[in-house]
Structure formats: C-alpha cells, structure tokens
C-alpha cells in the first residue's frame, strides 16, 4: 500500500535478537502514534506475526529487499 502524505517512520532491527523478539515488537508498536509507522527489519518473513497485528487493529505491508532481509511496515488502522 503506497500513501500520499509523509509519515514518520520508526525502525527496529530484530535480527541479532536471541530468542524471540515478539515481546519488543509490541513494545514499539506501544510506541507509534497514529500517525507514525513502524518498520520492522527481518531475516525471514514473520508470518506468524500477521494474524496477531491484524487482531490488535494494525495493517501491514512486507517486502523482501535482501536475500535474509524482510521488511515489514506496520501502521494503526
């Protein structure tokens, strides 16, 4: 999904974290207003996490920029 207006954009890097890094993703999306996004920065697809931030009202947009990098940009809905 494109959008026409600028947003601010925060970003967390998961892929040095050891063990699951679900607990800090929900910490920042805590932290993103309604008007920001959070990109997320993967080595795989996090699928799992799809269902979840639909349940809690956020929509999402995946893209696979690098062999082991995935980024997935999440916003309120």
């Given at each position: 999904m494109s959008t026409d207006h600028q947003e601010s954009v925060q970003e967390l890097d998961?892929?040095?974290v050891d063990?699951?890094?679900f607990e800090q993703i929900m910490n920042a999306l805590?932290?993103?207003s309604?008007?920001?996004a959070l990109r997320?920065?993967?080595s795989f697809?996090?699928?799992?996490?799809?269902d979840v931030?639909?349940?809690?009202?956020?929509?999402y947009d995946t893209e696979q920029v690098a062999?082991?990098?995935w980024h997935v940009t999440i916003r309120p809905e």
């Open positions: 998961v892929r040095d063990g699951e890094p805590d932290s993103v309604e008007s920001e997320l920065v993967n697809e996090p699928v799992p996490l799809y931030l639909s349940k809690k009202g956020y929509q062999d082991k990098e």
